[in-house]
Structure formats: C-alpha cells, structure tokens
C-alpha cells in the first residue's frame, strides 16, 4: 500500500492498481466477496445521500411554513434564504443524479476479475466523488439559510 501521508497527517489513499491488489489479497481472489464488500461501499454511499436527501427535504418545508416571514425581513434575508434554498436543491440534484442513479455492478461489461474490481471501484469513486459534492453544496446551503434565519431572529429582537 502507498505509505505517503496526505497534508492532514493520514496515510495518503491507495492507487486504483494498489487497491485492486488488495482486495484481491485480502480475500483470497474470492469475487463474491469482494464485489460484496464494493456493493457494501455503495450501500453507505446510498443511504448518506438519504440522509443528504431527508434535510434537503426539511429545509424545503421549513421554507413553506416560515419562507415568507423570513424574507419578510429584508432583502437581504430573503437574498439568503433564495440562495441557501438552491444550494439545498442542487445538492439534492446531485445526490440523486450522482449518487442515487442505479447502475448495477452485474451490468459492467464481462472481463477479468481485476477489470471487474476496477470498473466497480471507478463506479464506486465516481459516486463518493458527487457524495463530496452534494455534501458541500448542502453545507454552503444550509448555512446560508441560517443566516436567513439569524437574521429573522435579530430582527425580532425587543427594541
């Protein structure tokens, strides 16, 4: 396995042609196994996007109940909240498109079993890569919606 460390101190990730070694050494060559712990891999990569998807969908319907109260604060409150609320929705987009797409291993074109591990693990990347992006368009979004809402709050503040 590569040795290197990454810049937060941690051993740097292993190369696709590492990892495939790996998995191949570790269980012994035994596909069904390792083609199980991959679909293991995507499974939490599903169900974190239900996660992503669950407070996309809460912030959604806290919008319809309190939306136009808080934009009722101003201009910029409501700039916030439009801002924060598209951030959420695209990062739904994301988690839907990217990651919740179905693409089953069992469709990847017959091969050995390194190319098979291979093409999962570029599956398998390729959706952690839009959990990383839903994830961070879901932060910035929801964190503007927060100050959409501190703003409400101070707003309301007794005079």
């Not at 599903?46 to 136009?68: K, N």
């Not at 409150?77 to 924060?84: E, F, I, M, Q, W």
């Not at 074109?109 to 990347?125: F, G, K």
Request: proline fraction near 3%.
């Amino acid at each position: 396995m590569n040795a290197g460390k990454s810049s937060f101190g941690a051993p740097s990730p292993a190369t696709r042609d590492e990892e495939t070694r790996h998995l191949l050494q570790l269980y012994g060559g035994d596909a069904a196994k390792i083609m199980g712990a991959i679909e293991a891999q995507l499974a939490i990569l599903a169900a974190r996007a239900q996660t992503l998807l669950s407070l996309a969908g809460i912030t959604v319907t806290v919008t319809g109940f309190s939306g136009a109260n808080i934009a009722r604060t101003g201009r910029l409150a409501a700039g916030l909240l439009v801002s924060g609320l598209a951030f959420v929705l695209l990062s739904a987009s994301v988690a839907m498109v990217g990651i919740l797409r179905v693409r089953w291993i069992t469709s990847l074109p017959p091969s050995s079993l390194e190319v098979s591990i291979e093409n999962a693990l570029d599956v398998r990347d390729v959706k952690t890569r839009g959990f990383s992006v839903a994830l961070r368009l879901l932060v910035v979004g929801l964190l503007l919606y927060g100050a959409s809402v501190g703003l409400l709050l101070l707003g309301n503040l007794p005079r």
